[in-house]
Structure formats: C-alpha cells, structure tokens
C-alpha cells in the first residue's frame, strides 16, 4: 500500500490550522470585552448609627478587570444619591476575590436641617464628594453569574446653607447665612447579583 506523503502533509497542515483557529476563537472570546451589570444592598454603620443602602454599577468587564458607572440611594445621615465610576480586579483562584474602588459626586435629595440647627429661615442642601473603597467576595451561581458579599469604608459629603433671619424693628431683616459642611465615613456591608 502507498502512502502519498503531499496528500498526508496537506491534511496534517489543515488539521493543524483549524485546531489553531479554535484555540484562537477561544482565546478571543475569553479576552474580549463584556457587557456587565452589578447590583447590591447593604447597610452602613457609622457615628450616626446605621442606615440601608442600595446601588447598582453597569459597566464593561476585560480579562480580570471591571470599569463603569454606578448610582444609588443612601440614607445614611441625609438621604442623597451617589452617582460614581466604579474599578474592580478579580484576583485569587478562579477570580472569586475582588477589590473595588469608587469615586464620584452625591447628588442631595429632599432634606431637612436636623437638631443640630434650631432655628432657621431657610435652608439649601447640596452635594459633595462620594468615595469607597472594598474587598469582596463572589460565588457562582449560573454560568456567569454571581452572588457577591463584600465589606468596605465609604465617605460622603453634603453641604447646606441655612438662613437665620435677625430680629429688628422694620422689615425686611437682615438675614445671616451659615454654611455647614457634613463629612459621613462609614463601614458598608453588601451583599448582591452579578450578571
């Protein structure tokens, strides 16, 4: 029996490509970037007591890394809404750890002066800075999804401008404005969904 050797070489040439091919299109498709949404709840603890919190974080995720934007709703010491770029890398075996860094403006929502103002006229709550930074915690539950816990610091500020209006014989009064800066660190625990 002949064996032709061109015909083998070509076969063995073409067999060779397409396992190539394969192993490249696999290769591809694991580094190729990926839509990703995340959403979690939580609880905050600070000087203030403690405070529910929820946010959710789309973004675009790439081999162990993760980068989007993120909002919520945090009730700690003043409601207000954190608007944030969130980073994240996955790291240990399987990617099952991460660390998550956060910064980006708190939006106020509808508030009140506290105890702390006892008498005023008027006031005007505004945002400030938001930042956090965290460890987590992923477990898989379907294919590439997860449940996720993780613990971390978080800081928000909000500012507010109050009016007292001065007692005087003809009107109108002067008024005295006072402007109050609140910084709020906290520890935040959360548990969530990736997908």
């Excluded at 934007?69 to 099952?96: A, C, T, W």
């Excluded at 109050?162 to 404005?177: K, Q």
């Amino acid at each position: 029996m002949r064996i032709n050797v061109k015909f083998m070489k070509k076969k063995l040439y073409t067999v060779l490509l397409l396992v190539s091919l394969i192993c490249f299109s696999a290769r591809a498709q694991q580094n190729k970037l990926r839509f990703n949404s995340k959403s979690s709840f939580g609880i905050s603890f600070g000087q203030k007591g403690a405070a529910a919190l929820y946010e959710t974080v789309n973004g675009i995720a790439f081999k162990n890394w993760f980068a989007g934007m993120g909002i919520g709703i945090d009730n700690y010491s003043y409601n207000s809404y954190p608007l944030f770029f969130d980073v994240r890398e996955f790291f240990g075996k399987h990617n099952q750890w991460f660390g998550y860094g956060d910064l980006g403006y708190n939006f106020n929502a509808k508030n009140k002066p506290g105890k702390e103002i006892y008498y005023y006229s008027s006031y005007n709550f505004s945002g400030g800075i938001y930042s956090g930074v965290g460890l987590g915690y992923r477990v898989r539950f379907i294919q590439k999804s997860f449940f996720t816990f993780s613990g971390g610091f978080t800081y928000k500020e909000i500012s507010n401008k109050v009016g007292i209006v001065n007692s005087c014989l003809v009107a109108p009064c002067p008024v005295d404005y006072s402007n109050y800066t609140y910084g709020n660190g906290r520890v935040v625990l959360k548990a969530g969904v990736d997908f």
